[in-house]
């Protein structure tokens, strides 16, 4: 990570800084708003506070050759707010299925979980299966890492195993998300969006003139 750089344009100051949106999927307890929270504030907490309905926190991630701005949905796991779910997995463009190492159930319950994500989004997302809690030792193990990493290789998604608890791969989880993001938003933008990005970096005149190469604002 270093210093903040415009997406694929120079270091143009005016563009538009990258959004993405990254839905947090997963029974309940198993660590969702604990690696949000690892991640955000480098922070954890032991005690168990259920998510309510759905939580959002947002924070710029500064990458090598970009600075994207990441939107995180942290949903809740309990049955009862299920409804609420599809409609912010249908918004995301990564979705991440977290399970906890010490509960098989959990593992089990990721494939209806992937299964969500693919009903509504399709092959057009980026999946990530999470197991979190490693620090809980094989002792108290249910999942082993082989597992999960055959799991994800056969479903085609990304996998990784962390502990918001001890801050083990917390940054690399978010980090390994972002070089997976879908290439560069501008990739998406209408003529008329380019168009308006362009007159507003002063690329190009308004009045249809094209700027001098120079007047590229730096
Ligand atoms: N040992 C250990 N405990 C953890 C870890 N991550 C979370 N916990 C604990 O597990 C419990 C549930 O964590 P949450 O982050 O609230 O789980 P959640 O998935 O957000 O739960 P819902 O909001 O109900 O869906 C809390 O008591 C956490 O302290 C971890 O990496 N290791
Ligand atoms: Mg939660």
């Not at 710029?60 to 949903?75: A, C, G, I, P």
């Amino acid at each position: 990570m270093s210093e903040s750089r415009a997406p694929g344009r120079g270091s143009s100051s005016m563009a538009p800084l990258a959004k993405y949106k990254l839905v947090f999927l997963g029974d309940q307890s198993v660590g969702k708003t604990s690696i949000i929270t690892r991640f955000m504030y480098d922070n954890f907490d032991r005690h168990y506070q259920a998510t309510i309905g759905i939580d959002f926190l947002s924070k710029t991630m500064y990458l090598e050759d970009r600075t994207v701005r990441l939107q995180l949905w942290d949903t809740a796991g309990q049955e009862r707010f299920r409804s609420l779910i599809p409609s912010y997995i249908r918004d995301s463009s990564v979705a991440v299925v977290v399970y906890d190492v010490s509960n098989r159930a959990s593992f089990t319950n990721t494939s209806k979980w992937v299964e969500d994500v693919r009903s509504e989004r399709g092959n057009d997302v980026v999946i990530c299966l999470v197991g979190n809690k490693t620090d809980l030792g094989n002792d108290k193990r249910q999942v082993s890492t082989e597992e999960g990493e055959e799991r994800a290789k056969k479903d085609g998604l990304m996998f990784m195993e962390c502990s918001a608890k001890a801050g083990y791969n917390v940054k690399s989880l978010f980090r390994k998300l972002a070089t997976a993001l879908p290439g560069n938003n501008d990739a998406k933008l209408t003529a008329f969006e380019l168009f308006a990005v362009a007159v507003a970096s002063n690329m190009v005149d308004a009045s249809g003139k094209d700027a001098p190469l120079a007047n590229i604002s730096a």
